[in-house]
């Protein structure tokens, strides 16, 4: 439904998906993010692949508005984040790195909140509910307080609650993190569906073989700046190695050079 | 105003289910106050009925001092005969085996017979409070008996023993029932703001620290909403729960009030219904004042800890200005009710002592505080505002 919707829009050549153009940040002396451009289209999953404290997270965080660039801009489906803000965060839907629930709520009650909040009115959110716990397979404990829930559902939770108003573009920062394996596959197969759905998702990661089994396109990130950009065959064809994992050392070898 | 109602019934309804938040907003917060005042005053009429009873006594050498020891026993002292030296004394009651010993050395009678002095040793520890009033009353006993003496002795030489008395001092109290009561229930109005912080602590800490440590901060920030409304709803949750802490506390008052005999000492109470109502109006304005104060002290910290840390201090911060009252014992003016927490606590003491309160104090108190307010609630919205509200 949600898929033939937006395959409707995409007909009426109403541009979705995520840009980022020429974005900067620095904080104090870090220049933490600098010049990234890329886009993350609708119907793929893009990973952002860099090692820890590359600027990954600023990246998003840039992205989905909680953080202003210093320059450059970011849109969401066309809307500007900072002149639209509002607009543009109702295209989108947000896992941030620390993704925590409220434990003495359901985990209904957490996914209600947010609704609310987004101004979903009182009847669509109870069939938007129903159906993303249907979808996520929620139904044995949505009912129970987050406390008490397994990480997996806890994760399951916290998806639901980023797509409660049904945003056609998904941001996760490194929403493998600190899961067991469990809760990692149930977690790629929620991404696949998304994906399957028409859905633009983009994740930031720093295992490779997790970029590796799950997206299209791969955006390399090292000290801040996009040093490889593209499918995950051009960049292996692009590095001539064999493997990603190879072809990701070399990308990053060379960042370090210039950088 | 939508996303403000949603926040805050939530914060309302999330707080309702967490146990640390009820106990010390509905339980320990509300009723400390009241619990203490009831065992104060308990302690208080113990104390006065003992001063009543017939003092108790330890004398050595009373067989050098038969006549002191009549007239003692005439007024009702109940003697105890334990013949000790003055170290022995000394060792007696600093052990605490009895409270006062008066020593009447052996030379006392002949230097009574001679007209010198004749000194008789009362030994006690005037750091205990209980036997102070004991030793208190041996010495006027003592003093009376010692100008009995000298009446006597001066009307043996023919002089008028009235030469010897050219002033008389009359102590008149114009002391009040329900003012003398104002020392007791001074501190009563520390109490009352007291429930009034601790009603809110929890959910100051746990909707802005609590809601960092959780890691449930961020994606709040993310969505599309006013930071001033989740600042607003969550502040407005903190409100409520300060208000009901407040209520609990003012109904426990009139409960204590109603079953601690204050008339006894000689206090009439004045703490019925109608004056817990206008507590409640007199500290209405300081509530969102309160609410604000913590949320703005509990945002800037990165934990829980560390917000119970800060929050607990400022839960003393209402004390400075009603100490600085009492050390200079001011009263209900004008300049005085644009100090929130000093205004309250003068307009409460007002109503309490029944004097008249004028509806201009009552409006500037109301305005000040809710003033403070409004400015803090603008900085914690700002300071939402920054990139480094997400830590």
């Keep these: ?259 | 105003m939508g996303a403000l109602l949603v926040v805050f019934r939530k914060e309302f309804n999330e707080n309702l289910r967490d146990r640390r938040t009820l106990l010390s907003a509905l339980l320990l917060g509300p009723l400390l106050g009241p619990l203490m005042f009831g065992l104060m005053v308990s302690r208080m009429l113990e104390q006065s009925v003992a001063s009543d009873e017939p003092v108790a006594l330890t004398i050595s050498g009373s067989d050098t001092a038969r006549n002191l020891t009549r007239y003692l026993q005439s007024q009702g002292v109940h003697l105890t005969m334990a013949p000790m030296s003055e170290d022995q004394a000394r060792a007696a009651v600093m052990s605490g085996r009895v409270p006062v010993v008066l020593v009447i050395p052996d030379d006392y009678a002949a230097r009574l017979r001679a007209g010198t002095p004749a000194p008789v040793l009362l030994v006690a520890d005037s750091s205990d409070s209980q036997t102070r009033k004991t030793a208190d009353r041996a010495r006027q006993l003592l003093a009376g008996y010692s100008s009995a003496i000298a009446q006597s002795r001066l009307q043996i030489r023919g002089v008028d023993p009235l030469l010897a008395a050219p002033v008389l001092v009359v102590d008149v109290d114009v002391a009040t029932p329900s003012g003398r009561a104002v020392v007791v229930v001074g501190f009563m109005t520390y109490f009352v703001l007291f429930a009034v912080l601790m009603g809110g602590l929890y959910l100051a800490i746990d909707s802005t620290a609590g809601e960092r440590e959780r890691g449930s901060l961020e994606a709040l920030l993310s969505l599309p909403v006013a930071r001033s409304s989740l600042v607003g709803g969550k502040i407005l949750a903190t409100c409520v729960y300060m208000c009901l802490s407040l209520a609990l506390s003012l109904g426990a008052f009139v409960c204590v009030f109603r079953f601690v005999p204050l008339e006894k000492l000689g206090m009439s109470a004045n703490l019925g219904v109608g004056t817990a109502l206008a507590f409640f109006a007199i500290c209405l304005p300081f509530v969102p004042l309160g609410a604000a104060l913590m949320t703005f002290v509990a945002s800037f910290t990165r934990s829980y800890r560390e917000a119970q840390t800060y929050l607990t201090l400022v839960l003393l911060v209402p004390t400075l200005p009603i100490a600085f009252a009492s050390i200079y014992s001011l009263k209900t003016r004008g300049s005085l009710m644009f100090v929130p927490s000093l205004s309250q606590h003068l307009l409460m003491t007002s109503v309490l002592r029944e004097e008249p309160v004028a509806a201009l104090d009552i409006c500037v108190s109301a305005a000040a505080s809710l003033s403070a307010a409004i400015v803090l609630f603008v900085l914690i919205a700002r300071h939402w505002r920054r990139e480094t509200m997400l830590g």
């Design chain 1, 1 to 259: 439904m949600e898929a033939s919707a937006r395959s409707k829009r995409a007909q009426r050549g109403i541009p979705r998906m995520i840009e980022a153009f020429g974005l900067s940040k620095r904080f104090g002396d870090v220049q933490a993010v600098r010049d990234v451009s890329f886009v993350a289209r609708d119907g793929e999953i893009t990973g952002i692949l860099g090692a820890n404290g590359a600027g990954k997270s600023t990246c998003l965080r840039l992205l989905y508005g909680v953080l202003t660039p210093d320059s450059g801009r970011a849109c969401i489906d066309g809307i500007d984040i900072l002149g639209e803000t509002s607009k543009a965060r109702g295209h989108l839907g947000v896992l941030p790195h620390s993704a925590g629930l409220y434990g003495n709520l359901t985990a209904l009650e957490n996914i209600e909140y947010f609704g609310r909040l987004l101004g979903l009115e009182r009847r669509r959110l109870r069939s938007r509910t129903a159906e993303i716990a249907r979808v996520l397979g929620m139904e044995s404990f949505i009912g129970r307080r987050a406390k008490v829930l397994s990480q997996g559902q806890r994760i399951k939770t916290a998806l639901a609650r980023a797509l409660v108003h049904d945003p056609g573009n998904i941001v996760l920062d490194e929403p493998t993190n600190g899961l067991d394996v469990m809760a990692i596959r149930s977690l790629r197969e929620l991404m696949q569906s998304l994906k399957a759905q028409g859905r633009c998702v983009l994740f930031s990661s720093h295992v490779m073989q997790e970029v590796a089994a799950l997206c299209d396109r791969v955006v390399i990130i090292g000290h801040g700046k996009v040093l490889a950009d593209g499918t995950l065959q051009s960049i292996r064809d692009g590095n001539a190695a064999a493997s990603l994992e190879e072809a990701f050392l070399q990308v990053l070898e060379s960042g370090e050079g210039t950088g």
